[in-house]
């Protein structure tokens, strides 16, 4: 049974860029949520989804970021005209129920680089 | 501002120590807590979990402790062995997301 899966695991964008962010959750599980943590920092909650739903985005910045979840393929964390204070490591993790407890597992994360 | 903390942001140990992580929280209507490892490269791993209505909870080689009234936790590593080395997060369930602390980075020295 795959884990979570990101990808990519590093990307480097150049500032103004487009950034998309892919999470692909366990096999059965339709929660998905993602964080974001600065170096040297613990992680910080960004968005909560479920399949073609956002139920909580309230870690989302209000600009430039944007997420989905659809019926079919991974969930998709997007930042547009990135900055290089959004270099950071993304961490998505799935659930099969709603909440983050001992069947939530978390991927391996993207590192973005913004230059 | 992060309702939950950690003391101490080094812990340095010997190979065969135990080993003692704390973390402080501010919310006093937290009912569910957990401890993550994370090692360098790597997402969080979960180790053990304790709900507000336990006071202890034991694992392999692991012990979480809550005291509700000081609102303090902490996860016991017996005999610590260098694969423990990592960072180590303790984190407030809130039912949809997790609120961090900033992370004790543990050290096993053989």
């Known amino acids: 049974n795959a884990g979570v899966m990101q990808n990519p695991r590093h990307l480097v964008r150049r500032r103004g860029q487009e950034a998309r962010l892919r999470c692909s959750p366990m096999?059965?599980?339709?929660?998905v949520y993602w964080y974001r943590q600065l170096p040297e920092e613990g992680l910080k909650f960004m968005v909560y989804?479920?399949?073609?739903?956002?139920?909580?985005e309230s870690g989302m910045p209000k600009e430039r970021f944007s997420a989905e979840f659809p019926k079919e393929g991974p969930s998709i964390l997007r930042i547009q005209q990135v900055v290089r204070g959004d270099s950071a490591a993304y961490f998505c993790?799935?659930?099969?129920?709603?909440?983050?407890?001992?069947?939530?597992?978390f991927g391996q994360g993207t590192r973005l680089t913004v230059v | 501002g992060e309702s939950v903390g950690l003391h101490l942001p080094t812990l340095s140990v010997q190979e065969g120590d135990n080993s003692i992580i704390n973390c402080a929280y501010s919310?006093?209507?937290?009912?569910?807590f957990i401890w993550y490892k994370q090692e360098s490269g790597k997402g969080p791993q979960f180790i053990i979990d304790?709900?507000?209505?336990?006071d202890k909870r034991q694992g392999q080689r692991v012990t979480v402790l809550l005291n509700k009234t000081v609102k303090h936790l902490s996860l016991q590593i017996a005999a610590t062995q260098p694969g423990d080395s990592a960072v180590y997060f303790c984190?407030?369930?809130?039912?949809?997301?997790?609120?961090f602390g900033k992370g004790t980075t543990l050290s096993v020295s053989s």
């Open positions: 919310n006093s209507a937290s009912d569910y």
């Open positions: 304790i709900r507000s209505n336990m």
């Open positions: 096999k059965g599980h339709s929660h």
């Open positions: 993790a799935s659930s099969r129920q709603r909440s983050m407890n001992t069947e939530a597992f």
């Open positions: 984190a407030e369930n809130m039912r949809t997301a997790l609120i």
């Open positions: 989804l479920q399949k073609e739903n956002i139920i909580d």
